[in-house]
């Protein structure tokens, strides 16, 4: 299947400062992306859709001006933890739509 | 999309057939049934989908009842490898990349 590669797989943060998880479509071109958010024992939670060359749509209870997310090509997208406290440490997984949705490894971020 | 409804937990025997059941009983003609996986700590996995015609891959296979009301994964030898969450969805497939929305899954354990 197409390769979805997240970076980094793993940070630790200060609480207050800023996050930045890069997810990039290696062997395809994604027009749409997704951000997907995971607590432990629980299921993933759909935090965002990212369009190339336009605004992400979030869902609802999930700030905007928090979680920033940019899609400035068909591979690229970012998503930025602003300010980060420690209830944001979660499992962060990007997903990229090509013929099927594919996923990245994800990465855990934990904020102390 | 329709919801979707799955056994908690399973268990099954190394090199046995593995049946993952699913109920979707208010899918739509226009929905398709789709299966993801999730090892441990890790992003989700493709495995199948189909719309109404039983399907098979190098992964798995899927059998969609005739009334489509409900599916069974079929992973015809299951390995330790094989022990992950199963998550069954339903969507919409549209050519610009739709949303998948997570249930809580089937726990499958594969045990030596």
């Known amino acids: 299947g197409a390769v979805v590669s997240q970076h980094p797989s793993w940070v630790i943060c200060k609480s207050g400062t800023s996050v930045k998880i890069e997810c990039r479509s290696l062997d395809f071109q994604a027009t749409t992306m997704f951000w997907y958010r995971q607590f432990p024992k629980q299921s993933l939670m759909l935090m965002a859709t990212?369009?190339?060359?336009?605004?992400?749509?979030?869902e609802q209870g999930v700030e905007k001006d928090k979680f920033l997310i940019n899609h400035a090509s068909l591979t690229l997208s970012t998503l930025t933890v602003t300010s980060a406290h420690p209830e944001d440490s979660s499992f962060y997984i990007c997903?990229?739509?090509?013929?099927?949705?594919?996923f990245g490894p994800g990465t855990r971020l934990t904020v102390l | 999309d329709a919801k979707t409804t799955q056994p908690t937990s399973m268990d099954c025997a190394e090199g046995r057939a593995a049946n993952l059941p699913c109920n979707h009983s208010?899918?739509?003609?226009?929905?398709?049934v789709y299966w993801y996986r999730q090892i441990h700590s890790q992003g989700p996995q493709y495995i199948i989908h189909?719309?109404?015609n039983n399907e098979t891959n190098e992964m798995a296979s899927l059998i969609i009842t005739e009334d489509r009301k409900s599916s069974t994964l079929i992973l015809p030898h299951a390995t330790l490898r094989d022990t992950a969450v199963y998550y069954c969805i339903v969507r919409v497939q549209e050519t610009s990349g739709s949303r998948l929305t997570f249930g809580e899954g089937t726990q499958l354990t594969v045990n030596p």
């Open positions: 208010t899918i739509s003609g226009n929905e398709y």
């Open positions: 997903s990229a739509s090509g013929n099927e949705q594919f």
């Open positions: 189909g719309l109404k």
């Open positions: 990212s369009n190339e060359g336009s605004k992400a749509t979030y």
